[in-house]
């Protein structure tokens, strides 16, 4: 019998990039509200301005808001997507046959998002000398998803990526 943990995990892990996704809405919306008033207010830090009208804040001319909403809803649909093929795998006592694609999928995009939040949390701290509490409440998010993730499938990784053929 599997744990309740690994059955339930994908779930907790849409809950937490609904946060981000969330919190990526909310930065984009800070943005705008800023551009039309020319002040942004951070609600514990005092550094939300230099680093949302920083050079650093846009990818391909796109605020890195919009990129954060995107990457947090793919996230959200491929903890679905695990979380389905985890259900019938569980189900049907076999292994669902896109069950290991979608678990390496899921580690890449939760690992490269946590490595470019990482980045950014170094331009924030030591290139812009100001932290944005938003942004980091999407890091805090990222690196709680990432540890989480890392310990879950190095719990469960016999049972992802054993070849059951």
């Not at 680093?51 to 990457?71: C, E, Q, T």
Request: glycine share 6%.
């Amino acid at each position: 019998m599997l744990s309740f943990f690994l059955r339930k995990f994908p779930l907790f892990v849409a809950g937490l990039s609904l946060i981000g996704l969330l919190d990526s809405f909310f930065i984009v919306l800070k943005t705008n509200q800023a551009k039309s008033t020319g002040t942004i207010s951070c609600a514990v830090t005092d550094g939300c301005g230099n680093v949302l009208f920083s050079s650093y804040s846009k990818f391909l001319g796109i605020p890195l808001g919009v990129w954060g909403a995107i990457y947090y809803f793919l996230l959200t649909l491929l903890a679905f997507f695990l979380f389905f093929y985890l259900k019938k795998s569980l189900e049907s006592k076999e292994k669902e046959p896109f069950l290991s694609f979608f678990a390496k999928l899921f580690l890449l995009w939760v690992g490269g998002g946590f490595l470019f939040s990482l980045y950014l949390f170094y331009v924030q701290k030591f290139v812009l000398n100001s932290l944005c509490f938003y942004c980091l409440i999407s890091f805090v998010d990222i690196s709680l998803i990432f540890f989480l993730t890392s310990f879950f499938f190095l719990r469960e990784k016999i049972f992802f990526f054993k070849d059951n053929s």
